[in-house]
């Protein structure tokens, strides 16, 4: 073998150790963003609690941006919808000016409850990175297993009871909806 093609070869080894060093690099420095990100989300759950809120931070990053971010207000705001991850899709929906937040991700001290998982899916959330798991929200007083359990059940058997009524009136809104040609579907 040429020492030019010995040459060749080391230079395509080192060229090639390089980029995968490179992609190491990134893929540490990804690391330590989203490690950021989550530390904001549990500051801002520290935070509400010392505001009277509830110990839940959330933060929605795109392009690696920060475009929203909340805490937890149910207590301060009297409104059982105000959870981190919905009062932070709100912000972000307002930031950007749209209602879908395909390529962002969402940093939350916890587990997403059903309502802000919900939340997250029709928001379009591509990614969920979360501290607390369900099991550490229930051993505090959080426990959302019974929601889950819920939405199994027919709606007659719900804890909170359920019953279709003028469903022949009700669904005129739908058929408007269908036949609508400049509606803006979500």
Request: hydrophobic content about 40%; glycine content about 6%; proline content about 3%.
């Amino acid at each position: 073998m040429g020492k030019k093609v010995i040459l060749l070869i080391s230079l395509a080894l080192m060229s090639g150790l390089s980029c995968a060093l490179a992609q190491n690099c990134k893929n540490m420095e990804n690391k330590d963003f989203h490690k950021e990100m989550m530390r904001r989300a549990i500051r801002l759950s520290e935070e509400s609690v010392n505001k009277g809120g509830g110990p839940f931070g959330a933060v929605i990053v795109k392009d690696g941006k920060i475009v929203g971010e909340a805490s937890n207000s149910v207590t301060i705001d009297n409104d059982p919808t105000a959870h981190a991850e919905v009062n932070a899709i709100r912000k972000a929906c307002s930031n950007l000016g749209t209602f879908e937040l395909d390529g962002c991700t969402i940093y939350t001290s916890c587990e997403p409850c059903p309502m802000c998982l919900g939340a997250i899916y029709w928001a379009h959330i591509d990614k969920i990175y979360y501290g607390n798991d369900a099991k550490d929200a229930a051993s505090i007083g959080f426990d959302d297993d019974f929601i889950y359990k819920e939405i199994d059940l027919a709606p007659a058997d719900r804890r909170t009871k359920m019953e279709e009524l003028l469903p022949d009136e009700a669904i005129k809104a739908f058929d408007m909806w269908r036949n609508k040609t400049d509606k803006t579907e979500y």
